[in-house]
């Protein structure tokens, strides 16, 4: 089935006029509540990209949702954030989809100029998750995000004035603290998916191991497994820092210099075909990493079993 032509999105008040909602009180902000959109299956756009942030509340979604690279893993009291340009389709059933519940806050990169987080959001690293993971959140998570949420509105339907900006940016950062937050519970909470995807980085190394592909287009990169395994960099390595206490590059780097350990403990190769081997352009390098990771120079360790 070919992809739907993506309905772009430049501002928020185009949003709204789209979803058939009043025209928001303000034009950089909006917080919106998905039972109040009147839903028309056969007129609703199978796929959007705006050019602002999103963050979606959503309850009792039962329609198909795509996100990055693969269908998004929704159940009660989920959030997913998106930056913008990123693209988000509903495959159906798109009757289902008209009963959700939840909440939508709506934020446009002009709000955050000439503050502190107008750089910092972008490090926000479940902004840029190409993964199936949204936020999973219990029922006091959830109402403390509501909560905040509604003290965006609060702020942007009172009177204007020199401190609207200030309050709606604290709230703001308060809210992505607490994504943070649940976030790395996450992480540890939802151990047996987690862990599939260490094991899966395993055979995919040790797949990239047996094909001979270390000396010919050298030690992996992050970015490689990162996209093998549907998953942004920034979240690949944090999950494996939750789970293993390694980086992704540092993960890498343990299992290259495992199969170095091997070849120095059970082959006769000299120093120099083990490192040309490992993909390294030049022995130094592997004797300088080799020695900072273990204590010890390939030379010794050989030694050792002699």
Do not use: C
């Amino acid at each position: 089935m070919s992809q739907p032509t993506p309905l772009h999105i430049k501002t928020i008040s185009e949003y709204h006029r789209i979803l058939g909602l009043p025209k928001p009180l303000h034009p950089l902000v909006s917080l919106v509540r998905f039972e109040d959109m009147p839903f028309k299956p056969k007129q609703a756009p199978r796929a959007i990209v705006h050019n602002f942030y999103s963050v979606a509340l959503k309850k009792s979604f039962h329609a198909i949702l795509k996100y990055g690279q693969q269908e998004v893993d929704f159940d009660e009291g989920i959030l997913l954030f998106m930056a913008p340009m990123q693209v988000l389709s509903i495959e159906g059933p798109f009757e289902t989809a008209a009963s959700h519940q939840g909440w939508l806050l709506l934020v446009h990169p002009d709000l955050l100029w000439s503050t502190p987080l107008a750089k910092k959001i972008r490090h926000y690293e479940y902004f840029d998750y190409k993964a199936n993971e949204a936020l999973h959140v219990s029922d006091a998570e959830e109402q403390i995000l509501i909560s905040i949420m509604q003290n965006i509105a609060n702020e942007y339907k009172a009177r204007i004035d020199n401190f609207s900006q200030d309050v709606i940016i604290a709230q703001l950062e308060l809210l992505f603290t607490y994504a943070d937050r649940f976030y790395q519970r996450q992480f540890l909470t939802r151990k047996v998916s987690n862990h599939q995807i260490v094991s899966r980085l395993e055979e995919l190394l040790n797949d990239y191991f047996k094909s001979n592909k270390l000396p010919s287009e050298g030690m992996p990169s992050v970015t490689y497994f990162a996209d093998e395994l549907h998953l942004s960099p920034n979240y690949l390595s944090r999950l494996l820092k939750t789970l293993t206490g390694q980086s992704t590059k540092d993960f890498i780097i343990s299992k290259v210099l495992d199969l170095a350990k091997e070849k120095l403990s059970t082959t006769n190769l000299t120093m120099n075909e083990i490192a040309y081997g490992l993909g390294f352009d030049h022995p130094q390098t592997f004797n300088k990493l080799f020695k900072s990771k273990t204590g010890s120079s390939p030379l010794k360790f050989r030694q050792s079993f002699n």
